[in-house]
Structure formats: C-alpha cells, structure tokens
C-alpha cells in the first residue's frame, strides 16, 4: 500500500514562494503517475498539475499555468511543487495524488483517477 506525505507548507506573503513535496513510502514511485491538487474552505477540490513516470511530461491548470512548477526525483521517491509569484487565492491545503500506471507518458488531471492520497499540507498567502 502506497502511503504518501506531503511537507512544506506553510505561511508566506503575496509575491512570495514555496516549494512543497510529498515522499512516498515504496521504493517505487517510478511506476506512478502523479498529481497536485487542492482545495480551500467552501470550494471544491481542484487540480494543480500533474506529472508522467518519466517526469518528462508535465501538465498545468490554467491558474497555475508560468507561476507554479511540479518535479519529481524518482531516486528519492519525492515530488515537488515549486510555487512562486503566490496569490492570496493560492490558499488552500495542498495534497499529492498517485495512480499506478502502465504507460510512462500518462498524466492524470481528474482527482478520481487517482488511487493513494497524502494528507495535505497548508499553505497560506497573506499579508
């Protein structure tokens, strides 16, 4: 069972940056495919971006699109999101999302297509 944990939240102002990641617990997270999404108070659940296996494959909503980077590092089991120009609507809890996936090149932007979730972790733009 893939367990995954997300840090590095936490409280930065408008303008500002933050770079969180989420560890897995297998040794395998080559074989997932992965997700960002989010969600704050009174508002759905949305996606961020994704990422292939191979990581050379990247995908961005449109809200994000220029401002926010996804990445992984397959030998450290770990994938981040480098978050930079934030916005006050940018608040919300961050979670990573992976789905074991035969195909290196897929990338998933539908939060049901996704089997293992983290926790989350916070994030708050404010001044």
């Known amino acids: 069972q893939l367990q995954l944990a997300e840090s590095g939240g936490g409280l930065v102002q408008p303008g500002g940056s933050l770079r969180p990641s989420c560890a897995a617990s297998?040794?395998?997270?080559?074989?997932?495919?992965i997700g960002w999404f989010r969600q704050s108070p009174g508002k759905e659940c949305e996606v961020v971006a994704c990422?292939?296996?191979?990581?050379?494959?990247?995908n961005y909503a449109d809200y994000v699109k220029g401002r926010f980077t996804i990445s992984r590092d397959n030998a450290k089991n770990t994938v981040y999101l480098q978050m930079n120009r934030l916005k006050p609507e940018d608040t919300a809890i961050y979670y990573c999302?992976?789905?074991?996936?035969?195909?290196?090149?897929?990338?998933?932007?539908?939060?049901?297509?996704?089997?293992?979730w983290g926790r989350g972790t916070q994030v708050t733009v404010s001044s």
């Open positions: 999302a992976a789905d074991r996936v035969l195909d290196i090149a897929t990338m998933l932007m539908g939060l049901y297509e996704y089997d293992y």
């Open positions: 297998a040794s395998t997270l080559y074989y997932y495919t």
């Open positions: 990422i292939s296996r191979s990581g050379d494959r990247t």
